[in-house]
Nanobody, 125 residues
Framework: QVQVVESGGGLVQSGGSLRLSCTTS????????MGWFRQAPGKEREFVAA????????YYADSVKGRFTISRENAKNSVYLQMDRLMSDDAGVYYC??????????????????WGQGTQVTVLT
């Protein structure tokens, strides 16, 4: 079993920045491609960003491209999401997730097996 834990959410002014962190335990992080999804109130969960196992390829939703950066430190079993120039539409619960050999697109929830409990991001306007 793999545990995924997010941290770093909070309140931020519109235009500001936050850095989310995600740590995994149970197996080495290098075994997993990792992703971030988010869910706003009343909306479905949506893809935000993903990174392959060795960090060589990253994927972003169009809405965050150029503002968010996903990265990973496998030695620390950690994945990060640097969020800059935050907007009200970025508010929601952010989930970190790990895939373990699943097929399909990194943009799809179906690829991922392990999910954290989420961390809340609130953007003040």
């Amino acid at each position: 079993q793999v545990q995924v834990v997010e941290s770093g959410g909070g309140l931020v002014q519109s235009g500001g920045s936050l850095r989310l962190s995600c740590t995994t335990s149970g197996r080495a992080l290098i075994d997993y491609g990792m992703g971030w999804f988010r869910q706003a109130p009343g909306k479905e969960r949506e893809f935000v960003a993903a990174i392959t196992r060795n960090g060589g390829i990253t994927y972003y939703a169009d809405s965050v491209k150029g503002r968010f950066t996903i990265s990973r430190e496998n030695a620390k079993n950690s994945v990060y999401l640097q969020m800059d120039r935050l907007m009200s539409d970025d508010a929601g619960v952010y989930y970190c997730t790990a895939e373990a050999g699943g097929t399909g697109s990194y943009y799809s929830e179906k690829k991922y097996r392990y999910w954290g409990q989420g961390t809340q991001v609130t953007v003040l306007t």
